[in-house]
T-cell receptor, first 115, second 112 residues
Framework: ETGVTQSPTHLIKTRGQQVTLRCSSQSGHNTVSWYQQALGQGPQFIFQ???????GRGNFPPRFSGLQFPNYSSELNVNALELDDSALYLCASSANQGRSYNEQFFGPGTRLTVL | DQQVKQNSPSLSVQEGRISILNCDYTNSMFDYFLWYKKYPAEGPTFLIS???IKDKNEDGRFTVFLNKSAKHLSLHIVPSQPGDSAVYFCAASGDSNYQLIWGAGTKLIIKP
């Protein structure tokens, strides 16, 4: 059974650029959640996708957008990058739609640095 | 406004002793609480959870206690082992039931 994978591992961008982060969910999981973890803080919920539809969103601006594909893998897109977008971006997959108390299995994250 | 707070950024405990990690929350609508452990360069991994209808849940060396009146929960690890050295996050299920609200984490260091 393959776990949650994320790519790339690290990424450096400049202000104003756009970035796409990718996540492959664990086999059998149909729900993917994305989190932003700034240095010294806990993860903050960005949004969740269930069966290719956005299923909930945290307090993030519209320049944060996502996609989920038929194989349940997912992308996080961030437009017009700002310095404060520098963070670890975590993807988590789960087997149950939207029920956060179902175990979420996390990938290792993508470290994004915006210069 | 932080709804889930872990006020101790770090904790150092002797191997074999008890580790107690604390977490406070402000939202009385939270109905489920989870603890995750995170090693460097890895994603968080689920450790143990507790429903708001219970006041204790035990799984091997790990026990979580919930005090709803005080809006406080704690994770006890007995006995502490070197492999327990990690960052521990407390998280709570939000009103909408599809997002987790996380604390800032506590770095646990187990001394040999």
């Amino acid at each position: 059974e393959t776990g949650v994978t994320q790519s790339p591992t690290h990424l450096i961008k400049t202000r104003g650029q756009q970035v796409t982060l990718r996540c492959s969910s664990q086999s059998g999981h149909n729900t993917v959640s994305w989190y932003q973890q700034a240095l010294g803080q806990g993860p903050q919920f960005i949004f969740q996708y269930y069966r290719e539809e956005e299923n909930g969103r945290g307090n993030f601006p519209p320049r944060f957008s996502g996609l989920q594909f038929p194989n349940y893998s997912s992308e996080l897109n961030v437009n017009a990058l700002e310095l404060d977008d520098s963070a670890l971006y975590l993807c988590a997959s789960s087997a149950n739609q939207g029920r956060s108390y179902n175990e979420q299995f996390f990938g290792p994250g993508t470290r994004l640095t915006v210069l | 406004d932080q709804q889930v707070k872990q006020n101790s950024p770090s904790l150092s405990v002797q191997e074999g002793r008890i580790s107690i990690l604390n977490c406070d929350y402000t939202n009385s609508m939270f109905d489920y609480f989870l603890w995750y452990k995170k090693y460097p360069a890895e994603g968080p991994t689920f450790l143990i959870s507790i429903s708001s209808i219970k006041d204790k849940n035990e799984d091997g060396r790990f026990t979580v206690f919930l005090n709803k009146s005080a809006k406080h929960l704690s994770l006890h690890i007995v006995p502490s082992q070197p492999g327990d050295s990690a960052v521990y996050f407390c998280a709570a299920s939000g009103d909408s039931n599809y997002q987790l609200i996380w604390g800032a984490g506590t770095k646990l260091i187990i001394k040999p």
